[in-house]
T-cell receptor
Framework: ETGVTQTPRHLVMGMTNKKSLKCEQH?????MYWYKQSAKKPLELMFV?????RVENNSVPSRFSPECPNSSHLFLHLHTLQPEDSALYLC????????WGTGSDEQYFGPGTRLTVT | GDSVTQMEGPVTLSEEAFLTINCTYT??????LFWYVQYPGEGLQLLLK?????DKGSNKGFEATYRKETTSFHLEKGSVQVSDSAVYFC???????????????FGTGTLLAVQP
């Protein structure tokens, strides 16, 4: 596998279900991101992890719970979602600056998980 | 806060037509500017970038120039192909925490449909 992969690609879940989205990056990056893409709206940044620590939580409801066990993997745990949470969820990674070197502001995206909440 | 505004679509063109997709931004600092492209069923791919005023980013026949005086980063291509049909996103980087993690702020995206 190369780049950024996401599974599953499609997910349909009821409002009372619990499911998880998985993202894996094969680029050796140290930062990972979750975005929500809804029709006719800008991409919404949800969470940012840098060096496995969450550095941003953009006022995301608690029914979304991220987890970053290591720099290559990122999860988004979902529970008791609402129909308005139906969207394309995109994962991205980047190489952030660390004290001994330089980073890059380019982000690399996975193909996304199309989530439908019924 | 920082923001990006791009023209609403869809933009429908015939093959070999000239393309312009307008993008303007507001930023308090000196961000890098990007164009990303999203083909159907795929994630976003970086198309081109520019890191400072008057820089021109280019890739696959697409170009955009970082214009600080007009706070713009318009995307152009001289002759579009059917395979260019996609959604195009303008974005800027907003330096994040301690200069380490960069945030990207995106526009709403512009759908380009190229007809044969």
């Amino acid at each position: 596998e190369t780049g950024v992969t996401q599974t599953p690609r499609h997910l349909v879940m009821g409002m009372t279900n619990k499911k998880s989205l998985k993202c894996e990056q094969h680029l050796g990056h140290n930062a990972m991101y979750w975005y929500k893409q809804s029709a006719k709206k800008p991409l919404e940044l949800m969470f940012v992890y840098s060096l496995e620590e969450r550095v941003e939580n953009n006022s995301v409801p608690s029914r979304f719970s991220p987890e970053c066990p290591n720099s290559s993997h990122l999860f988004l745990h979902l529970h008791t979602l609402q129909p308005e949470d139906s969207a394309l969820y995109l994962c991205a990674s980047s190489q952030d600056a660390e004290w001994w070197g330089t980073g890059s502001d380019e982000q690399y995206f996975g193909p996304g998980t199309r989530l439908t909440v019924t | 806060g920082d923001s990006v505004t791009q023209m609403e679509g869809p933009v429908t063109l015939s093959e070999e037509a000239f393309l312009t997709i307008n993008c303007t931004y507001t930023a308090t600092g000196y961000p890098s500017l990007f164009w990303y492209v999203q083909y159907p069923g795929e994630g976003l791919q970086l198309l081109l970038k520019a890191t400072k005023a008057d820089d021109k980013g280019s890739n696959k026949g697409f170009e955009a120039t970082y214009r600080k005086e007009t706070t713009s980063f318009h995307l152009e291509k001289g002759s579009v192909q059917v395979s260019d049909s996609a959604v195009y996103f303008c974005a800027l980087s907003d330096q994040g925490y301690g200069g380490a993690t960069n945030k990207l702020i995106f526009g709403t995206g512009t759908l380009l449909a190229v007809q044969p």
